[in-house]
């Protein structure tokens, strides 16, 4: 593999020339890692709604012609100087917020916000250079998220490489570098239902049942399934979602319903949509005394969160997370062992598979709202 460090590799990647227009597979060129960077071969890409949000263009910010691709599993085609942690080819998930080691943020027991590799929707370029590494013709090709994994070949921070179990199979793993382990962390790491304990979970997309799977490791009794897509019900049956509740169906607020189901509320709550209203109903659905909600969902930018503030005095608890308070290096090579212990179930949010070529099929799938996870081949 190393017969291609310190060169320029051409390969094929799908590029989003523009807003809401299906990508092109181009030939480009990837430069070669600099310091503190990693030239990754990518095996198997998935597609993440935040692929489609940032195509659509429907962040204000969005920046063209740029290589999406944030949620895959590859391996390490060479590595940039100072990188001591890596070598050719070890397995590896890039992952689209990095872990520096050295911030406080990193040295912190609790925290995952690392201040130098925090998510960045708007950089387009590598933060060593402010350049790209790819480019068509010389003209430069905008990077997304750090990762850029609709390419044959990506080069992301050593901070964004997560490396993992060479046994594991990338095919099932690579969707554990988004949002399956976004919701599961929701709910081990920041929810921490007790067994026995019940849980509502907003919202019943990918992010969604990541929750639930995570309620379901925990031992909860009663996970109850909120969502508007009462067509989302049955598939959630096979994640250990015990009962349903589509808000549409009654005429009195849902965390009024939830609190009738449970004797006054859930044990914990998980909201995975980003909607105020879904926010708010997440935080007064759990009970009064021990009830702990989650925010996941990332909300409208001038979204305005309201209740009434007896809610917390009752002793109810609010909290936010991202990325499940995982932090990407330390902590997803466990969530790959839960995985090969057959814990974590992965097959069953992988509904749709397409080669590289076909990948706007993906994009198709996924604006109709079919399958959970749909995996891209690169070969």
């Known amino acids: 593999m190393s017969s291609t460090a310190g060169q320029v590799i051409k390969c094929k990647a799908a590029v989003a020339w523009e807003p809401g227009k299906p990508l092109v597979i181009e030939e480009v060129e990837v430069a070669p890692p600099q310091k503190m960077e990693v030239r990754l071969k990518i095996l198997f890409t998935s597609l993440c709604h935040t692929d489609v949000y940032f195509w659509e263009a429907k962040a204000q910010d969005s920046v063209f012609p740029r290589i999406l691709g944030h949620e895959a599993?590859?391996?390490?085609?060479?590595?940039?100087?100072?990188?001591?942690?890596?070598?050719?080819?070890?397995?590896?998930?890039?992952?689209?917020?990095?872990?520096?080691?050295?911030?406080a943020h990193c040295k912190s027991e609790v925290s995952n916000m690392c201040s130098l590799l925090r998510i960045?929707?708007?950089?387009?370029?590598?933060?060593?250079?402010?350049?790209?590494?790819?480019?068509?013709?010389?003209?430069?090709?905008?990077?997304?998220?750090?990762?850029?994994?609709?390419?044959?070949?990506?080069?992301?921070?050593?901070?964004?490489?997560?490396?993992?179990?060479?046994?594991?199979?990338?095919?099932?793993?690579?969707v554990v570098s988004c949002g399956i382990s976004t919701g599961l962390g929701a709910t081990l790491n920041v929810a921490k239902p007790a067994k026995g304990s019940s849980v509502a979970v907003f919202g019943l997309g990918a992010v969604g049942l990541g929750a639930v799977e995570g309620a379901r490791l925990a031992g909860a009794s009663r996970i109850i399934g909120v969502d508007l897509n009462s067509a989302r019900f049955e598939q959630a049956k096979k994640f250990g979602v015990t009962e349903f509740v589509n808000p549409k169906d009654y005429d009195k607020p849902v965390q009024e319903v939830i609190a009738e189901m449970t004797d006054g509320g859930v044990d914990r709550s998980v909201e995975c949509t980003g909607n105020i209203n879904a926010m708010i109903s997440a935080f007064e659905c759990v009970h009064d005394g021990w009830g702990v909600a989650v925010l996941v969902g990332v909300p409208h930018k001038d979204a305005v969160f309201k209740t009434h503030p007896v809610n917390f005095l009752n002793e109810r608890t609010l909290k936010g997370t991202f990325f499940g308070n995982y932090k990407p290096r330390s902590d997803l090579p466990s969530v790959v062992e839960m995985y090969m212990k057959k814990e974590l179930e992965l097959e069953k949010f992988i509904t749709h598979e397409v080669p590289f070529a076909e990948i706007n099929k993906a994009f198709e799938l996924m604006l109709k709202g079919e399958g959970l996870r749909c995996i891209i081949r690169m070969e």
Do not use: Q, W
């Open 73 to 103: 599993a590859g391996i390490v085609e060479s590595v940039g100087e100072g990188v001591t942690e890596l070598v050719p080819g070890d397995h590896v998930l890039p992952v689209f917020m990095g872990e520096c080691r050295e911030c």
């Open 120 to 174: 960045n929707t708007e950089r387009g370029v590598m933060i060593s250079d402010e350049k790209t590494r790819f480019s068509i013709n010389g003209k430069p090709i905008y990077h997304f998220l750090g990762t850029s994994t609709f390419s044959e070949y990506t080069v992301v921070h050593v901070g964004c490489v997560a490396k993992i179990n060479p046994l594991a199979p990338l095919d099932k793993v690579c």
